[in-house]
């Protein structure tokens, strides 16, 4: 996003109605990874968006360019967008005592 290069949104719609609790987490990769793979397949469907070219004010303000992809993305996949990022659930883990499978 900062080069304000045109991309090409991929968003990936697991076909399952159960979770594993994978998608909740903030584990590190190999822990995540682990869970991943406990589960005997996963199904899913790739989707392509068209190639998301930025404009001007896009160009010159790259977190702009990037929410405005990712609501793209989450419109595709029926998502519902949030601003807290995986430090805000680190420190709800904290304060809860929730550790949600993570070692803070």
């Not at 909740?24 to 005997?40: D, K, R």
């Not at 160009?59 to 430090?87: C, F, I, P, T």
Request: net charge negative; glycine share 4%.
């Amino acid at each position: 996003f900062v080069a304000g290069l045109p991309v090409q949104p991929v968003v990936l719609k697991y076909d399952y109605d159960y979770h594993t609790g994978v998608q909740y987490t903030v584990a590190s990769f190999i822990p995540h990874l682990l869970l991943c793979v406990c589960n005997l397949y996963h199904r899913f469907t790739v989707h392509y968006l068209p190639i998301y070219y930025p404009n001007e004010e896009e160009k010159a303000d790259w977190e702009l360019y990037a929410n405005n992809v990712r609501k793209k993305m989450a419109h595709l996949g029926n998502m519902e967008l949030s601003d807290l990022d995986v430090q805000d659930m680190k420190d709800y883990a904290k304060i809860t005592k929730h550790n949600f499978g993570i070692h803070i």
